[in-house]
């Protein structure tokens, strides 16, 4: 019999963390990505900022039920929830790596131009639904909190991954578009990463950097699949495990065929998967790359070091 959910309050998601701490779980996590073998690559057919919102905001739930899963599921490996926060972190941090490497080229100023009033209008719509209790008041009220470009860049994410989480609720009672929304969750990744640019040149080249993201993002994927069965597994009763943990997959389209959706409970609990046979040839340390021949930052210190809110005006 599992033991009542103590998190009745549908989780929100949460704003990914500065720069400078998600290097810190990047370089924790590096290891791991660098070890990941080709056979569990998969295709990077997500928003990488919203499943990192959406992770961030239902772990706390998943973690109240940490204890649950390593009494009655023994031969799972309840470390790939101990470590989903870093890997969701690393994954959010090869991504801005990715987009200073050129994946995404933009100009800093006209970014911030307009991402200062998307933020705005979208903070203000938030709060009117958040006022009828449509959207979570507390969540909002932790975006409004935020100040200098690296906040408003973070905010944007989580504002996207806070309207599309419960547009089907909100749609048709808040100024707000889905062009906004989407647009939100495009932007504030591309002003982290041009804030980075602008402070320490370009990271590593794009095929390196994608392919790290790609290695962090299966990481992330992996370790989140792993936990929901887990969690299917206890919760089958009460049929709440979408709710604890909704699928990364839910109403976004195609899915990668190695991404597995909370499972019907099985004979055996749930075990880790098997170590790679073979680690394919590890990716140069993002975070400790000596610099470029032109004269620019080590790639980590290329987004990190815009970590610091209340950058420098734009010029």
Not at 102 to 109: N, V
Not at 223 to 241: F, H, P
């Given at each position: ?14 704003k ?5 701490k ?8 590096l ?7 080709a056979?569990?690559?998969i ?5 990488i900022?919203r ?15 940490r204890p ?19 890997y969701?972190?690393a994954?959010?941090?090869?991504h801005l ?8 080229e933009s100009a800093?100023k006209p970014?911030v131009?307009?991402?200062?009033p ?7 719509d938030?709060?009117a639904l ?7 008041a ?20 989580a504002?996207s991954?806070l ?7 909100i ?6 578009t ?6 939100a ?9 041009a ?5 320490h040149?370009?990271?590593?080249g794009?095929t ?5 993201r790609a290695?962090a993002?299966?990481?992330l ?11 299917a ?15 990364l ?9 190695s991404?597995s ?9 749930p ?10 040839p590890?990716?140069?340390p993002?975070?400790?790359?000596a610099?470029a ?9 290329a ?6 809110n ?6």
């Amino acid at each position: 019999m599992a033991r009542p959910f103590s998190n009745k309050k549908k989780p929100t998601p949460k704003k990914p963390a500065a720069p400078l701490k998600a290097a810190t779980a990047f370089n924790e996590a590096l290891p791991e990505i660098e070890a990941l073998s080709a056979d569990r690559l998969i295709a990077v057919n997500l928003d990488i900022p919203r499943v990192v919102s959406q992770v961030l905001g239902v772990l706390p739930g998943l973690l109240a039920l940490r204890p649950d899963i390593a009494e009655q599921l023994q031969k799972h490996d309840v470390a790939l929830l101990e470590r989903l926060e870093t890997y969701a972190l690393a994954a959010w941090y090869a991504h801005l790596v990715w987009l200073s490497s050129g994946g995404t080229e933009s100009a800093l100023k006209p970014l911030v131009e307009e991402a200062v009033p998307l933020r705005e209008n979208l903070l203000g719509d938030a709060e009117a639904l958040a006022r009828r209790g449509l959207l979570d008041a507390e969540t909002v009220a932790e975006i409004r909190a935020g100040q200098g470009h690296i906040d408003t860049a973070n905010d944007l994410v989580a504002l996207s991954a806070l309207f599309s989480g419960s547009w089907s609720e909100i749609a048709g009672k808040t100024a707000a578009t889905e062009e906004e929304v989407n647009r939100a969750g495009e932007l504030g990744p591309q002003l982290l990463a041009a804030l980075g640019v602008r402070e320490h040149g370009k990271g590593p080249g794009p095929t390196e950097a994608a392919d790290t993201r790609a290695r962090a993002f299966a990481l992330l994927v992996h370790a989140y699949d792993q936990t929901r069965r887990a969690i299917a597994y206890l919760r089958w009763n009460e049929g709440d495990a979408d709710t604890i943990a909704p699928s990364l997959y839910k109403g976004r389209g195609g899915r990668a065929a190695s991404s597995s959706d909370a499972a019907a409970p099985q004979d055996d609990a749930p075990t880790a998967p098997t170590a790679p046979a073979s680690p394919a040839p590890p990716v140069a340390p993002l975070a400790t790359a000596a610099p470029a021949a032109s004269g620019a930052a080590p790639p980590a210190a290329a987004v990190s070091g815009a970590a610091t809110n209340g950058a420098p005006p734009v010029t």
